[in-house]
């Protein structure tokens, strides 16, 4: 019996973290795709990118979450797969407030099923949410199936 042939096996995308700040200045490259993510108490990035998937959910894990706050959704999860996917660039910028969880998070997810490897959770510049990076990772995973 062959083995299913992922859908991430042909691409060929270089993924790159940033906070809102930078996120806003680089928008005005037409040669990179977006990813979005807000708090549900922050307004929205100013990103001119109309290759741009907006999302909003707060940096949570169950179990620890405020009475206000927004989790990471599966429709979340299935967006930013069905983006990535769909995109003709061959970069992505990921990017939250901070630039160091949640977008991190996303980007590894992202990295581990595009390019098979983790270097993310090695870097000190960020601590992915490991919520965001599972629900990312299982729902890639089971695309399709």
Known sequence: MMKPVSPFSNLDIDIEVMN???????SFNRDCSFISIRSHDRDKANILNKNTLFL??????????????????????????????GITTNKLI???EGGVSRSAGVAAALETLIHGNTNMFDDARYVPNGYVYNKVLNTGINYNL
Do not use: R
């Open 20 to 26: 809102k700040a930078s996120a806003e200045l680089a």
């Open 56 to 85: 909003c959910f707060d940096d949570e894990q169950p179990g620890t979450v405020y009475k206000s706050a927004v989790l990471m959704s599966d429709e979340d999860a299935e967006k930013i797969i069905e983006f990535v996917l």
């Open 94 to 96: 990921v990017h939250c």
